[in-house]
């Protein structure tokens, strides 16, 4: 894609280097370029100009293929009353395409997400890396982890790693650590035997430590120290993904027979804190968070089975149990929580778009070229 400014002042193009479709813009004098190249937005897929308006604004066509877009958000939420008190917003602005596995830093002042873009138009091969964004400036670096594959991302304790469930470069299925400057990839745990897999991994409250499932046919939750090796299977099993280690590591909360459950990782008996009956069915997508106090879980819900056309909507309960409450917040295919340390921001993931074509716009990029 190559279009002008009507002034013939602005030019602006697009870049498919190492697979990601970047816009860029460049300026013009008496018909040359002057300097070096703008990039403006980061993976826009599939892109078709539209036209460049007056005051400098750049209008193109998208296609979403198959799902549409799924994309991260944010949104506030008031820690006294439980609801929403704005509405979600896009969590990043230059990575438009399949952004996925939002996680906030332990200090609040970075986000993590997986970043992916359809190869083929039509297909479900997509080109992945982790995108670590600055909250303050916007900025994101990029990093590319030496996994070829990896899922959910939680940043560790001290901020330096992130945690992930992924397949190494030579297909080895496991947990891993991702380190958060260079994406080199340490394998933390790997399954026995080709029957098992890992899944759903989360950090102790000191780092030292990981949960996680392993899974056959039920999900046994097993917990591993990471300075010997030992592991050490929890009294309690899962049938749907998802684990939430308390703050001060003291209960881990996962989903069992459409049921909300808290386990003491010290041991003791599953406690049942929300029980739904069908057709309302727990959303179990990474869908699982405690509020930085310790004193609450949010989750999400839907009336039928999870699909990525369903609508999800967001609640919360005490970790005493009680009558959940409703936060205001439903999207379609909502799922994977990420609460900021502050207990008022929450980030997530949800379907934006539709099927077929969307019109966009980058508004006075033209001006930053002058």
Same mark, same amino acid.
């Given at each position: 894609?190559?279009?002008?400014?009507?002034?013939?002042?602005?030019?602006?193009?697009?870049?498919?280097?190492?697979?990601?479709?970047?816009?860029?813009?460049?300026?013009?004098?008496?018909?040359?370029?002057?300097g070096s190249p703008?990039?403006?937005?980061?993976?826009?897929?599939?892109?078709?100009?539209?036209?460049?308006?007056?005051?400098?604004?750049?209008?193109?066509?998208?296609?979403?293929?198959?799902?549409?877009?799924?994309?991260?958000?944010?949104? %506030?939420?008031?820690?006294?009353?439980?609801?929403?008190?704005?509405?979600? *917003?896009?969590?990043?602005?230059?990575?438009?395409?399949?952004?996925?596995?939002?996680?906030?830093?332990?200090?609040?002042?970075?986000?993590?997400?997986?970043?992916?873009?359809?190869?083929?138009?039509?297909?479900?091969?997509?080109?992945?890396?982790?995108?670590?964004q600055d909250v303050?400036?916007?900025? !994101?670096?990029?990093?590319?982890?030496?996994?070829?594959?990896?899922?959910?991302?939680?940043?560790?304790?001290?901020?330096?790693?992130?945690?992930?469930?992924? *397949?190494?470069?030579?297909?080895?299925?496991?947990?891993?650590?991702?380190?958060? =400057?260079?994406?080199?990839? %340490?394998?933390?745990?790997?399954?026995?035997?080709?029957?098992?897999?890992?899944?759903?991994?989360?950090?102790?409250?000191?780092?030292?430590?990981?949960?996680?499932?392993?899974?056959?046919? *039920?999900?046994?939750?097993?917990?591993?120290?990471?300075?010997?090796?030992?592991?050490?299977?929890?009294?309690?099993?899962?049938?749907?993904?998802?684990?939430?280690?308390?703050?001060?590591?003291s209960q881990v909360?996962?989903?069992?027979?459409?049921?909300?459950?808290?386990?003491?990782?010290?041991?003791?008996?599953?406690?049942?804190?929300?029980?739904?009956?069908?057709?309302?069915?727990?959303?179990?997508?990474?869908?699982?968070?405690?509020?930085?106090?310790?004193?609450?879980?949010?989750?999400?819900?839907?009336?039928?089975?999870?699909?990525?056309?369903?609508?999800? %909507? =967001?609640?919360? !309960?005490?970790?005493?149990?009680?009558?959940?409450?409703?936060?205001?917040?439903?999207?379609?295919?909502?799922?994977?929580?990420? *609460?900021?340390?502050?207990?008022?921001?929450?980030?997530?993931?949800?379907?934006?778009?539709?099927?077929?074509?969307?019109?966009?716009?980058?508004?006075?990029?033209?001006?930053?070229?002058?």
């Open positions: 894609m190559k279009v002008c400014s009507p002034e013939g002042k602005s030019l602006f193009s697009t870049s498919t280097r190492n697979l990601r479709n970047n816009v860029y813009g460049l300026h013009i004098e008496n018909g040359k370029s002057v703008l990039l403006i937005r980061r993976v826009v897929v599939d892109l078709w100009a539209i036209g460049v308006t007056s005051q400098g604004s750049l209008y193109y066509n998208t296609w979403h293929y198959n799902r549409g877009f799924r994309n991260i958000f944010s949104a %506030t939420l008031d820690p006294d009353t439980g609801r929403i008190q704005s509405a979600p *917003v896009l969590a990043t602005s230059l990575s438009i395409g399949e952004n996925s596995y939002f996680s906030w830093s332990p200090d609040g002042s970075k986000t993590a997400y997986r970043t992916a873009r359809i190869v083929e138009p039509g297909s479900s091969q997509c080109d992945c890396s982790m995108a670590i303050a400036s916007g900025s !994101v670096r990029e990093i590319r982890p030496r996994l070829s594959g990896f899922g959910k991302l939680q940043w560790r304790p001290d901020g330096k790693a992130l945690l992930t469930a992924g *397949v190494s470069l030579d297909g080895k299925e496991g947990i891993f650590s991702i380190d958060a =400057l260079t994406g080199e990839a %340490t394998a933390l745990a790997l399954p026995e035997s080709d029957k098992v897999r890992l899944q759903g991994p989360v950090w102790g409250p000191d780092g030292k430590s990981i949960l996680y499932f392993s899974w056959t046919n *039920v999900g046994t939750m097993v917990l591993r120290n990471l300075d010997n090796g030992r592991t050490r299977e929890l009294e309690a099993r899962a049938d749907r993904g998802g684990l939430a280690l308390s703050p001060d590591g909360a996962f989903f069992n027979r459409n049921a909300l459950m808290t386990l003491p990782i010290s041991g003791g008996k599953a406690r049942t804190i929300l029980q739904l009956k069908q057709p309302e069915y727990f959303v179990s997508i990474h869908a699982l968070a405690w509020t930085p106090d310790g004193r609450r879980l949010l989750f999400l819900k839907e009336s039928a089975n999870y699909s990525e056309q369903s609508v999800s %909507t =967001l609640w919360r !309960v005490s970790a005493d149990g009680g009558e959940p409450e409703n936060t205001g917040l439903a999207m379609k295919g909502m799922h994977e929580l990420s *609460v900021h340390p502050d207990g008022r921001r929450i980030g997530f993931t949800a379907r934006s778009g539709s099927d077929g074509p969307e019109t966009w716009a980058i508004e006075g990029f033209a001006s930053l070229l002058q």
